[in-house]
C-alpha cells in the first residue's frame, strides 16, 4: 500500500481532532495545536491509513507515533494499520520504530503480536501530570514555598493584575517573548530557538488553535504569560510558560492565576515533561506531581 504523507495544515484541525477526541491520550503531544506548532521542527507529517490517524518523523532515525482511532470500529484496524506501517519501514531500508507508546497502548500491541516487540521507556520524556486542586490551592506543608513565593509576588507589585491572553494584550506578550529570547540568549539554530518560534507563532495563531491564554501584569508590563487546552475530559495541558526570571514569585503566580481561571474544571494538569534538563526536573518535581505519564519507543524484537 502506497502512504501519502502530507504537512499538517491549519485547515486539517477538524480531521485531526476527531481522532484526539475518541482516543483521549493523556500524552502532552496528542493535541492539534502541539502537532501543528512542532512539525516543521521534526519533519512531522501525517496520512490516514485505514481510517487510523499515523505521524511519521522523518530524518535518518524515521519513526511513527502509536496510530489513533477514530471510533470503536476504526479501531480493530491497528494489526492491519502496523503491518502496512511495518512494509513501509522494509522499503525505507530503515528499522521500524513507534513512539509515543503509553504502558496500555504496549499492552494492546502485546495482545496482537504476542512477543514481537520490545518497549523502552525514557524517564526524561515522561509527562508530569498534577492534581488540579492542589495546583490551585497550594495546600499542605510540601507547597508551602510555592506560597511564600506568590505572596512576595503580591508584597512586591501590589498593582499586579491577571488577564485572559485577547487581541488587546497578545502585542505585550510577544514584546515579553522578545525579551525573553533575549535573555535566555536564543541561538538561531538551538533548542532555544526552536522552542521561542513555537512560541511565538502560538501567540499569533491563538485563536485559530482554540488555545487558552493568561498573562500576568506587574509594574504596567507584562511580566508572565502562558497558553494551554484540553488534552481530555479531565485533563488540561500546559503547553507554554514564560515570566522574566528576574521578577521573583512571576513563575508560581502565573500558574496558579492561570489554572484558576481558565482550567478550575478539570481534574488534572499536565504540564509537559523535563527533558532532562536539571533545573527544569527539579521545578517541576518541587510542585509534587500525581503521576507521571511515560512514553515509551517500540521496536521489534530480533528474529
Same mark, same amino acid.
Given at each position: 500500500?502506497?502512504?501519502?504523507?502530507?504537512?499538517?495544515?491549519?485547515?486539517?484541525?477538524?480531521?485531526?481532532?476527531?481522532?484526539?477526541?475518541?482516543?483521549?491520550?493523556?500524552?502532552?503531544?496528542?493535541?492539534?495545536?502541539?502537532?501543528?506548532?512542532?512539525?516543521?521542527?521534526?519533519?512531522?507529517?501525517?496520512?490516514?491509513?485505514?481510517?487510523?490517524?499515523?505521524?511519521?518523523?522523518?530524518?535518518?532515525?524515521?519513526?511513527?507515533?502509536?496510530?489513533?482511532?477514530?471510533?470503536?470500529?476504526?479501531? =480493530?484496524?491497528?494489526?492491519?494499520?502496523?503491518?502496512? @506501517? #511495518? !512494509? /513501509?519501514?522494509?522499503?525505507?531500508? $530503515?528499522?521500524?520504530?513507534?513512539?509515543?507508546?503509553?504502558?496500555?497502548?504496549?499492552?494492546?500491541?502485546?495482545?496482537?503480536?504476542?512477543?514481537?516487540?520490545?518497549?523502552?521507556?525514557?524517564?526524561?520524556?515522561?509527562?508530569?501530570?498534577?492534581?488540579?486542586?492542589?495546583?490551585?490551592?497550594?495546600?499542605?506543608?510540601?507547597?508551602?514555598?510555592?506560597?511564600?513565593?506568590?505572596?512576595?509576588?503580591?508584597?512586591?507589585?501590589?498593582?499586579?493584575?491577571?488577564?485572559?491572553?485577547?487581541?488587546?494584550?497578545?502585542?505585550?506578550?510577544?514584546?515579553?517573548?522578545?525579551?525573553?529570547?533575549?535573555?535566555?540568549?536564543?541561538?538561531?539554530?538551538?533548542?532555544?530557538? =526552536?522552542?521561542?518560534?513555537?512560541?511565538?507563532?502560538? @501567540? #499569533? !495563531? /491563538?485563536?485559530?488553535?482554540?488555545? $487558552?491564554?493568561?498573562?500576568?501584569?506587574?509594574?504596567?508590563?507584562?511580566?508572565?504569560?502562558?497558553?494551554?487546552?484540553?488534552?481530555?475530559?479531565?485533563?488540561?495541558?500546559?503547553?507554554?510558560?514564560?515570566?522574566?526570571?528576574?521578577?521573583?514569585?512571576?513563575?508560581?503566580?502565573?500558574?496558579?492565576?492561570?489554572?484558576?481561571?481558565?482550567?478550575?474544571?478539570?481534574?488534572?494538569?499536565?504540564?509537559?515533561?523535563?527533558?532532562?534538563?536539571?533545573?527544569?526536573?527539579?521545578?517541576?518535581?518541587?510542585?509534587?506531581?500525581?503521576?507521571?505519564?511515560?512514553?515509551?519507543?517500540?521496536?521489534?524484537?530480533?528474529?
Amino acid at each position: 500500500m502506497r502512504i501519502e504523507w502530507k504537512p499538517i495544515q491549519i485547515e486539517d484541525k477538524p480531521t485531526l481532532e476527531k481522532y484526539y477526541e475518541y482516543e483521549q491520550r493523556s500524552c502532552c503531544e496528542f493535541t492539534f495545536s502541539n502537532n501543528y506548532l512542532w512539525a516543521p521542527f521534526y519533519d512531522m507529517e501525517y496520512a490516514i491509513i485505514e481510517d487510523m490517524l499515523v505521524f511519521f518523523f522523518g530524518g535518518e532515525k524515521p519513526s511513527v507515533a502509536m496510530p489513533l482511532a477514530r471510533d470503536e470500529e476504526t479501531e =480493530k484496524n491497528l494489526a492491519r494499520v502496523i503491518g502496512i @506501517l #511495518e !512494509e /513501509y519501514f522494509v522499503a525505507l531500508g $530503515k528499522p521500524f520504530k513507534m513512539h509515543l507508546v503509553t504502558e496500555d497502548k504496549f499492552a494492546r500491541l502485546e495482545e496482537l503480536f504476542p512477543g514481537k516487540y520490545t518497549v523502552e521507556y525514557n524517564r526524561d520524556q515522561a509527562d508530569y501530570v498534577y492534581d488540579m486542586e492542589k495546583m490551585i490551592s497550594l495546600a499542605g506543608k510540601k507547597l508551602h514555598g510555592k506560597r511564600n513565593h506568590i505572596n512576595k509576588f503580591k508584597e512586591n507589585h501590589p498593582d499586579w493584575r491577571y488577564e485572559s491572553l485577547s487581541r488587546e494584550n497578545v502585542a505585550a506578550c510577544v514584546e515579553m517573548a522578545e525579551q525573553w529570547k533575549v535573555i535566555n540568549l536564543c541561538e538561531e539554530r538551538g533548542d532555544k530557538h =526552536k522552542e521561542f518560534c513555537v512560541t511565538l507563532r502560538s @501567540l #499569533e !495563531e /491563538y485563536e485559530q488553535l482554540g488555545l $487558552k491564554g493568561g498573562v500576568l501584569w506587574a509594574d504596567g508590563r507584562v511580566v508572565a504569560f502562558t497558553l494551554g487546552e484540553e488534552l481530555n475530559r479531565e485533563m488540561f495541558v500546559v503547553h507554554i510558560e514564560k515570566a522574566l526570571a528576574e521578577v521573583q514569585g512571576a513563575y508560581p503566580m502565573i500558574n496558579q492565576q492561570f489554572l484558576t481561571h481558565e482550567a478550575s474544571g478539570y481534574t488534572y494538569v499536565n504540564r509537559e515533561e523535563d527533558m532532562g534538563a536539571e533545573g527544569l526536573r527539579k521545578a517541576k518535581l518541587s510542585y509534587y506531581p500525581a503521576f507521571l505519564q511515560e512514553k515509551g519507543v517500540v521496536r521489534r524484537n530480533a528474529e
